[in-house]
């Protein structure tokens, strides 16, 4: 992939810690220039040094994507280092799935989630739309989840966030055509992101015997599995492919459970 992301810029929203982080290591690895939009500018500020000891370059650009100046902010500071962008990564969100019961719930907490997972991406789409215009193969990831079409009790919010976002995905693939944006969505399953945190939420990921054998490929996702496939789906070796989402969850959502 080198020979196609050598002087293209990537921009990877929440990039500074867990999948967007491994997914910056991997497009920097690919030879991108590469940008980690993050509102913990702790955690930037530790994922730059984490690069820089591969010998990887990135930008870290202080952003909440749930703020409209924020990322406008974001785009304009983008446009002027580097002119245009080649892919806008939406992986920022509150990862957390899990809130009170629907009686516990405060409407708050639920609109925080979709101004985060859902508002989030389509302002960093609108926002980048110009900067986007002037790239040969311009491309929108999207981080859904599993979730999307599935649930665990208790999780409304990041459901329906999820759900609203791969909708977004294709409406946005219909809607870019004349801009030549292709639009996808990854929809990771469990995906292990302790060791790809700051230091202050590092952990070493312990994972039962159960954890594994649920999973019809034996184990637990990694940052990279996620990463690869981005590398990919971003890239004009994936020009027929738009407005899709790959489900990478090593098998969990196509296993049938009988209880
Ligand atoms: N880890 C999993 O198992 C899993 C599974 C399915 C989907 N996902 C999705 O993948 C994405 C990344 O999740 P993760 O597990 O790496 O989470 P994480 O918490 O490790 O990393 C998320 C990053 O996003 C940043 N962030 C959060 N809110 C933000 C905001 N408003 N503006 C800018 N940055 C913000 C955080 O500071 C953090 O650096 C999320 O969209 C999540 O929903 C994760």
């Known amino acids: 992939m080198k020979e196609y992301y050598t002087a293209k810029t990537v921009l990877i929203t929440g990039g500074a810690q867990g ?11 690919a030879g991108a220039r590469v940008v980690l939009a993050d509102k913990d500018a702790e955690a930037g500020a530790e994922a730059l040094q984490r690069l820089s000891k ?22 304009r500071q983008v446009a002027e280092a580097y002119g245009q962008l ?7 969100g509150i990862a957390d799935p899990f809130v009170g019961s629907l009686q516990e719930m405060e409407m708050a907490e639920f609109d925080r989630v979709l101004a985060v997972n859902l508002r989030g991406p389509l302002l960093c789409a609108k926002y980048a739309l110009p900067l986007l215009q002037r790239a040969e193969h311009p491309a929108i990831l999207n981080i859904s989840s599993t979730r999307a079409f599935m649930s665990e009790p208790n999780t409304f919010p990041y459901s329906a966030s999820k759900g609203g976002l791969e909708a977004l995905t294709h409406s946005l693939a219909v809607s870019l055509t004349a801009e030549r944006i292709r639009v996808n969505a990854i929809a990771p399953g ?6 790809w945190q700051k230091k ?13 054998e649920q999973h019809p490929v034996g184990r637990v ?6 990463a690869e496939a981005a590398l990919f789906l971003c890239s004009d070796k994936a020009g027929f492919i738009t407005g899709q989402t790959l489900t990478i969850d090593g098998g969990m959502t196509v296993r049938m459970i009988y209880s």
């Open 221 to 226: 996702g990694m940052p990279e599995d996620i």
């Open 200 to 212: 202050s939420r590092r952990h070493t990921p312990q994972h039962a015997a159960h954890d594994k």
């Open 86 to 92: 080649d892919a806008l990564v939406n992986n920022a």
């Open 19 to 29: 999948i967007g982080l491994g997914m910056a290591q991997t497009f920097a690895q």
């Open 54 to 75: 591969q010998n990887l370059q990135a930008q870290y650009i202080p952003c909440d994507v749930a703020s409209e100046e924020q990322v406008s902010a974001l785009l």
């Open 190 to 195: 469990w995906i292990e992101v302790g060791e």
